[in-house]
């Protein structure tokens, strides 16, 4: 993954930006107040991710974070409850990726010094990846296919296609058979 950081400095005013956060924040709020496996429940959901949602997919509320619209998901991926995408950095979820309850992707941070200023990196997990509950995803992480991350782990560097990574900070135990996928 092509791992860009982008600086964004929250003391220099931002009309549209303010505008389209609090739109987010406000539909954000709608779909976690709404009866879920509804049509209004999906209506919202479809407002929230635009065409950033992909065919089959479903977000099971409560959901939390920012700049949600920079969140893209494919096909037939499943995000459990109680996400925390802080997506200012961008979150790419590619096809058949499974989202365990209470997992939080994170993809800015703040300078040491000036805390005002967000340093942020993208965050990709790829294609069948399973994100156990209670994991955390740092920025600039990618996360390969077919992966396993386990439950309460804690990502500070890539897992590879196939591994099954586990701790804090998360390490690579095992790998998959790869021919069990295709």
Not at 42 to 67: H, R, W
Request: proline content about 5%; glycine content about 8%.
């Amino acid at each position: 993954m092509i791992c860009e950081e982008e600086i964004v400095d929250l003391r220099i005013p931002d009309p549209k930006n303010f505008e389209e956060g609090k739109r987010l924040a406000q539909l954000t709020f709608k779909l976690n107040h709404t009866m879920p496996m509804t049509d209004e429940y999906n209506q919202v959901l479809k407002e929230l991710f635009g065409d950033n949602l992909g065919e089959g997919s479903y977000v099971t509320a409560p959901i939390q974070g920012a700049c949600l619209n920079r969140i893209n998901i494919g096909r037939n991926v499943i995000i459990n409850s109680n996400l925390l995408a802080m997506a200012r950095g961008g979150i790419t979820i590619e096809d058949d990726v499974q989202i365990a309850a209470n997992v939080q992707i994170i993809t800015n941070n703040h300078d040491l010094y000036e805390r005002m200023i967000l340093p942020c990196k993208p965050v990709l997990i790829k294609k069948g990846a399973w994100i156990g509950a209670g994991a955390t995803i740092l920025p600039g992480i990618s996360i390969g296919a077919h992966a396993i991350v386990g439950a309460a782990s804690v990502v500070t560097k890539d897992v590879p296609d196939y591994a099954v990574a586990v701790g804090n900070p998360a390490k690579v135990i095992k790998m998959l058979d790869a021919d069990r996928f295709e």
